[in-house]
């Protein structure tokens, strides 16, 4: 993943980062993404999901435990030629909720625009490029 970051009233910001999927029985899901900002002293952002698309549907569900907004609950369809996700942060007064959305550009490549919003207001954005890499055995 390389992209930009831009929060309200500032300058875009280099993000880089990585996710893993893992698969399991019974379409059951598990992904860890890891995001850093090379050339800044902000700090990395982890994001641990568990997930289950429902069967024969094109519809899911997850929990993701953020290392920065905590616990959240979410969805997600996934359309011809992108993944639409929504969440929200469980228990929070500010209301902090988001959403993604990962285009297919090709069988490997994806392009991701997401944003967190606190309350009706948009806080940050993120764009970036997202390549498959080849599996390794």
């Given at each position: ?16 980062g ?111 490029s ?8």
């Open positions: 993943m390389q992209g930009s970051w831009l929060e309200r009233n500032g300058m875009p910001i280099s993000v880089k990585m996710t893993l999927v893992v698969w399991n029985r019974d379409n059951w899901f598990s992904m860890a993404t890891k995001i850093i900002f090379p050339g800044s002293d902000r700090s990395e952002i982890s994001l641990q999901y568990k997930g289950r698309l429902h069967d024969g549907e094109r519809q899911y569900t997850f929990l993701l435990q953020h290392n920065l907004l905590g616990q959240i609950e979410g969805e997600g369809w996934i359309c011809p030629d992108s993944i639409v996700q929504r969440y929200w942060v469980v228990d929070d007064r500010q209301r902090r909720s988001g959403f993604e959305t990962l285009h297919r550009i090709s069988d490997d490549t994806y392009y991701l625009t997401s944003g967190i919003l606190t309350g009706h207001f948009l806080t940050s954005t993120m764009e970036a997202l390549e498959r890499q080849p599996k390794k055995v």
